[in-house]
């Protein structure tokens, strides 16, 4: 408060020796603004300032709850990181089994869940189509290794009634049970055909 000590010292004092209130307090009038705030702007700040600090307190309050949304949120990616990691490594574990099972009943395995279990599944590749490669390779492995598994292939010619269901019922007792429906050139037709086999 230099400035109000530098007034009071060069104050006018009347003829009476009475300090000139009046002039000493136009000093005062003129120079308080450049050193003093009014107490409306100083009410002011210290309102702004209560109200930076509560902002301050309220970020600080949520940023805390942001830190631990955040660890939630990267808790939960790595949780369907995981969760989808498992699901393709499941799917593709059925895809190689499917692939498996259908490679025995076509190859006519004997033990299917035995001879599944020599398959190598590291070896095998499922492609992004969904088919499985290198089977092929181990089954024929298996084929010449484990021949007493799989059942022989049966090839050879048709029977030569195959439309009689194997009940002994031979194409000239079809011929006498239709007979009678029969015209005399659908009859000699059946004879004709009879007399090639």
């Known amino acids: 408060m230099e400035w109000l000590q530098k007034i009071l010292s060069n104050a006018v004092y009347g003829a009476d020796g009475k300090l000139d209130v009046e002039a000493t307090m136009k000093k005062v009038n003129e120079e308080a603004p450049k050193h003093i705030i009014p107490k409306e702007q100083y009410n002011g700040k210290v309102k702004e300032l209560e109200t930076a600090n509560k902002t301050i307190g ?5 940023n805390a709850d942001n830190e631990e949304l955040q660890k ?4 939960h990616e790595g949780t369907i990181k995981q969760l989808k990691a498992d699901h393709e490594k499941e799917i593709k574990g059925m895809k190689i089994d499917a692939a498996i099972n259908k490679a025995l009943a ?5 033990h299917a869940e035995l001879l599944a279990g020599k398959i190598d599944r590291e070896k095998l590749i499922v492609s992004d189509d969904g088919t499985v490669s290198g089977l092929d390779e181990q089954m024929k492995g298996l084929k010449e290794s484990y021949k007493d598994l799989f059942n022989p292939v049966l090839s050879g010619r048709n029977p030569a ?3 009689g269901g ?3 019922v031979t194409a000239f007792d079809t011929l006498v049970q239709n007979a009678d429906s029969m015209t005399a ?9 009879m007399a090639k086999e």
């Open 58 to 62: 309220d970020l600080k309050k949520n």
């Open 72 to 75: 939630t949120i990267k808790t």
């Open 106 to 110: 076509d190859n006519n395995a004997k």
């Open 161 to 163: 009634n195959p439309d």
């Open 166 to 168: 194997g009940s002994g």
């Open 185 to 193: 050139e659908e009859v000699a037709v059946q004879f004709a055909a």
